[in-house]
């Protein structure tokens, strides 16, 4: 099994944004798509993502409603906005052009500089 890796700073809120858009999940739900997705490579702590979560919810980027889990608990299930879609694209195409920079700078070779 591969090592976890710690999220990049600024990353979770992406990844919530990207699990949500795949269906409405509770809470717990969304940590365990995000490992799920992540082949289990990820470590979120709890706390953490509970803040984040409900950060996206008050920028209106998500949206919760009460309903029934899977063990016939009350919990909040989670989609995304109109708004949070739009975000999703956004962060999608910084992370895509932060990460193309990085890989370039880690493939230079001296005689380039």
């Known amino acids: ?3 976890p890796i710690d999220l990049p700073q600024g990353s979770l809120e992406m990844l919530i944004l990207k699990a949500t858009s795949l269906g ?3 809470g717990y739900g969304i940590l365990l798509r995000i490992q799920q997705i992540s ?3 990820l470590e979120i702590l709890q706390g953490t993502f509970y803040t984040a979560i409900y950060r996206l919810e008050r920028r209106g980027w998500i949206e919760g409603e009460w309903g029934e ?3 016939n608990r009350r919990a909040k ?5 109109a708004a949070g879609k739009r975000q999703l694209k956004v962060e999608t195409a910084k992370w895509a052009d932060m990460t193309s920079v ?8 001296p005689e380039e500089v």
Do not use: I
Not at 77 to 81: E, W
């Open 102 to 109: 990085v890989a370039s700078v880690l493939q230079s070779k």
């Open 69 to 71: 889990s899977e063990n």
């Open 1 to 3: 099994m591969a090592k």
């Open 24 to 26: 409405p999940l509770h």
């Open 77 to 81: 299930f989670y989609h995304l906005t």
């Open 39 to 41: 082949g289990k490579r």
